[in-house]
């Protein structure tokens, strides 16, 4: 009669250069763990859900002291793998007002992760008393062998009755900007999922749905409904972002189709101190209220003021409880001291 | 014939988690020495006046960092006691955009400040060649004795023909939401005051006046004149806050009522770099107006630029000099470097 | 048929001054959670033994960065309470050369932990499924409650048949140098002990125990086993410890009488960089050995070459595995690069 | 058939106050080196232009480092001059909303470059291959002989039909307020000079050109057209700054008059990371423009966004590309994450 | 006519732990770049040495980083080929006393150095004008294309009367323990060398070299010269390392064997900063020796001193000039301040 | 009846390049502010003596902050003359093992103390009510001025019977190896002298003593017998250093010349911390001892322990206590931890 939340996804190291400098200025480093799935389950730990990531560490004193900052968020280890040697990792020049933000890769395709193979993951034992399993498109994107795992993994959960969430997080230059393949590939996931994270632009330009809407809110709510009814998924959520000429400057509002019912958050200005990760608290945050059954404009708001503090939070994952996020919701511009 | 002004407060550490994280996120912490009375002396000895901070600090290591800081600061450490074994700590989480700060107090009940009694401090001795003696509602709230001795102060000051001023500074949970038990002593120092820093707020929530008026300046007005009336204070001022929905972004503008006369400063916009203070530095700033007997117009306005000052200042202490604050009350808006 | 190794102990936060400077001449600390149980079952948990920790922490968020820390080391926190306000600090400026360490805390007494009633812990469950449970003179003096909470616990696990452990940590100022109150309880903790660390001083000084010998060696041997026959106790262990004139240079030997046999580590020559803790990943080590029944020579090697290693280690937490131990072990002379 | 470019400069150490806090705070001071033909020299090498540095450094630590970090940017130089012992060094600090920023020189009459006589410098062998030299209203303020230098290099690479650039940064303080002196050199300057950077306000209150014109826009154009037919300079650019305010608001916008014909870039608001060095952008991406004969029109948009680029960088010198600066140019408000 | 020393080798970034933490204890990396040839080529520029490095770096804002490294340093950057995408990097907690250094590399394979063809460099242009040629084990180790154009380089150097200079650099890692292949591969190397930096365990490990000598000076002796003498190798060096059972204090001897004689320097007690890139100095110190004809004796003990003190220096690169090495030389025990 | 001691001399900002790094390597520079009189009266005051520092600061931020400085160590500014516009300074790499320390200056000679003018003393307000003044070779040797006022103060004190205190402190350097103009203002200050810190080499090489004894020892007494009876000085004093081969580990031992007594303290082994500032502590160890009439054993006893705890204290300034002293004093090695 478990009810625990697991995700399947890659851990890496953020490299940050501190104080706005740029690489070549600095002889710092500040270094943490993060990934899509650290990140959604963080903040579910934090909403009081009991989470699980499925992942492959390596065997080497970094992934020893990725484990721990896994462990240290409260996010169950008991599916993750040690074996292999490297963990991928990113570099990050944060961007400052007119100069945008740049993330560098070293090379993932040789980390544990995607070096795995389908037999290091118990599937079995993994979606045991399994309430909702997490997959994202950078999975699906990175190699075949994640690729594969991710599709193995969904349609078994599917089988056993389990919520399949997927997170889009399409990024062209992982499949080598060949649209055909992503589409295949996105295809087969969302036939699989219950609920989706996706904007219009994914529908329209990986998915190829048409509308004939002209602005930009009916271009949206129609596209997404066709999703929802193409691939019968229940839940389709994402953020819309406009930027006020400036990295560091934008607004930020929720949307959710649910059950063909669409609801939109308030829209919050917002100055940005971290830009990594916010589409990850907005997902959890959504996946909050369904759980627990809140009223879907409930649930928008919760995930969007999520949303909205992560930016306002030092690095990749949420760190804010279910008070915070009522709290911002609730202030009303008063937002000060806390004593 | 001195004009040596003193104050009777607390002097903590404050720990600050730097760069904008979470406590959770850093094994670093920025740390400084600060307190109301040392952030009002602080600002006055700047402007040219002789000071003296009238505390209790520990006989350890810590106590002796402490002091240093004060000295550093050229207020005068004659009537300062060293005894006992703790200083007052807090954490501060600040917050950025729409995260509000965090202050997390450690136990300062134990502190040497709050453990001393009366007979610790010589009142003779202290207000003797005292022209001027600053108080403030936190040292009313902490304990039994910290109130004994800020009610013995101000008596004997107030004998002495000594001016006595007192800031308000209501923190509801250092009184447990008692408002009946802090009315009482609230009401005893506003007898034995001169010159007292609170808002509309205050009065009516705290003190229970009443008002027909419905405008908020209105009722500013009228409450903090009721207040001056039935206390015989002859200046009361407040700053004047707004938030533009974020911790960091707000307006500030002051108010001061001098022998019935009301005056508003001009409206600051502000990006604000370090929350806590700024209330110190308006404050001195007011007084360093009623002390050099400034027209109450130039008064408001040189307490208002300084709280601003503070506001884009590093820590509590408010550091600037005259020069500084009159420099941005008449630069209209060109302020860029100054070579 | 769990063998889950439990603690009883206070966590505290360090602060430490960085780079040996003392704390008048500093505005930044370094940050982090330690204390003896959580020292102690670091260790074993970097063996691969099940640990849990027996503790309560504060309800803020200095008490979440403090669960979180303990997490991250993969401690079980299954017995951990939340609740109260504080938690207890100590400050650290680290010695160099001829200048002594020197540790200042502040108040300990209104902690989370010393406030702790009896009630607070569920002792039944906490009993349940536990191999070995280890205290600490520390919370033997703290206050009135540690210390019955520690005598509870220690009573039911004797009645329940679980190896009982006790660190005697003497401190005389924690005791305020009463040594007669010391001895009542040290003598109550023996008797329910079946492991124990102390040294020849705590025999004689603390406990009376008297000898004719008149070699260090001699006394060692001949007060320790007294100890073990008045007190029937399996097990007594402690490290040498010979100052070369410095702080930060000193040799260590560990010592260890097993059912009436004693046996000495080799000596090892130490260039210090942390000089807290190293006793208790030399008690982890004994237990590691124990527990596994190595032999007593590999025990007391095992166990010594942890604390040489904690001494090299920064912070007050063993760090290491049982690889790092048994490398320095065989190593003989040739320390160098690990690629 | 060089194409080189080439400025004569000063080099100074710039010791920046971390932060936002002001020096008393601090005991830590960012280091860097910067000044006008550096910061001019690094931006035109990354756009690809070869280029060499005409200075003198210490023959010291300290010197040395200097010229290690000139290497660094790819800047040429074999025409730095090694010799005498002081380089100048200027504190900054960096102000924050209402705050301004501070600089503060140590001595720079003593340093290698003030102290340099013009035997030091070989100037036949420096203007060889040379396609374009730069000069700064810095070096004909600082002392008789960097004036002497600079007027001698200009008059012989006006003979040998090099390109003369003049950055006018007129500096009060170095000429001590004696405008009647100024004027003087400046003149003589311009009547030599190709292409220059100058204010409107330095023609009017410097060189004491009158207009007419009541509009601010109307008495830039007019009062540089004058200046361009009275110098017979083929090109004049400026930048015009507008505060919302504080430090860190402000607009940009660029001007340049070349050939008879003014252009205008757009209007940029700017959060400014870095306020120093953002002129010296400008001026060399005009430099850019011009040297690759680009439609004025894109050559003054091109300066301004290099402008802007250098605000929201760190440091005086500017480290954009060519790319940086068309991506901000194009990128019509959507600034975010390069992956 | 030109006495250009080139090297071929890799350029890593080095991610180093600061405070002789843990990886797991911090969130802080201090980032350097460097490599065999970039060391070895920094001291010979630093000592007057016309130099260029020859390697692949990516054309990211990583290698852009590098490459303004290695232009700091002084060395010529002609030969540097930019394309792919990654940089090498690796992990260094240092250790400290009892606890060793680790090293834990990135994936390496997947690097520029690594994935660059033979075509990429353009090897007559590269080899012209070039005195000396230095390479390294590390490239011999890496993969087959490395291998292939480290022979291919050192024919046609050879080809060329160019003097080649093999370092031998040995790790076991990188050839999988496959001791057949390494030697198959070194053999090739040593015939085509004139210089090379190999110890004793070479000759007998690796290359299978027997002797019957006794004493660890005698088997140095012979083996060596048994490899000079097969080989056609006119001078091989090495230094001798002895550890007082600590990481941090060895001694240092330096050995040069030149035209058949041998000499040895005197032996350094050395507590050592920072353990990697001393073999590198050592190196730089022999060739600087042998391209200015300095007596054998003399070598040596430059040779010595300048690896002695890049142990005093941080970083893997060598930073001290000629007048610092004989300073040392030359100081007999009375090293103190330089002012 | 006032025990004032003052001291005369220059307080320069030290810029100390972090982590044993070279200045070429960091972009990050520690800042404290020192010179011989801060630190002889820094320790003096901790010892509980009323002091003051007689010197010029520039009337900028910078001044400002050395202000500060000066007051947060407690001694008295009352004669701290404010004006002009430069404050010295010197950076510093801090050596290790076998790389020594490196102290670079800016330029001083235009420091506000440089360019002082003996009017802006005043002379005899400054003199009243003074015990003792102290002056060192480094004011001698800086400027005319300096040396004017120098001398003038130390006549007018020995005129009204203040006990003159004259540190040798020679730097060839300063004088431009000029040894017969040094010698001649050596000896002036010398028959102004009560208490003098010089060593033997001092007396052979700058004053040209001579003695026939062979042994270091022999020497050392005759020559400083020699210089006590020539000038009339009652007390002499110096420290004995020796270098084990390294910067940092060096014994240290103290020697004091008393009314033709001569004593020695033990010699201590020592680990340096920080080089600078030692030889300040002792000489106020010393006074402190004259001052108190200590027996002539226990004040070169205690000069030497304040010395030794000097080298292991960070920064130029002593911050010890009395307490601090005599525990070295008496510890016999077995330094640890104080709690």
Redesign the interface.
Known sequence: MSHKIKAFGEVMMR?EV???????????????FAGTGVNFLAALTNYGHDTSLITKLPQ???G??AL??I????IGTEDVVIGD???G?Y?L?S?????????????R??SSFNQASIDDYHIEAILENTHMIHFCGIALALSETTRQITLNLAERAKDLGITVVFDSNY?P?LWKDDYVLARKYYDKMLHLSDIAFMSDKDASLLLQFKTNEETEQGRLEDLLKKVSHQYKIRSIACTRRK???????QTLQGFLLHDGDIVYSKI??????D??GAGDAFASGIIHGLVHNLPIEETVEFATAAG??A?????DTP??NQE?VW??IH?D???????
Chains 1, 2, 3, 4, 5, 6 share one sequence.
């Open positions: 490299l501190p104080d706005y400098k740029k690489i070549e200025q600095t002889n710092e480093l500040q270094m943490m080497t004193n970094i020893q002291a721990k900052h462990r240290s968020l409260g040697q490297y963990l990792i570099f020049e961007g400052f007002a007119n100069r945008p933000s740049k993330v560098t890769y070293s090379d395709q040789t990024r230059g930027s006020a000429n400036q990295t560091t400057h919050y200005p917002n100055h940005i101190l830009r990594i909205v503090l930016h306002s939070t030092y690095g760190l804010c915070d709290n911002l202030q511009g008063h937002i000060d001291i806390e004593r």
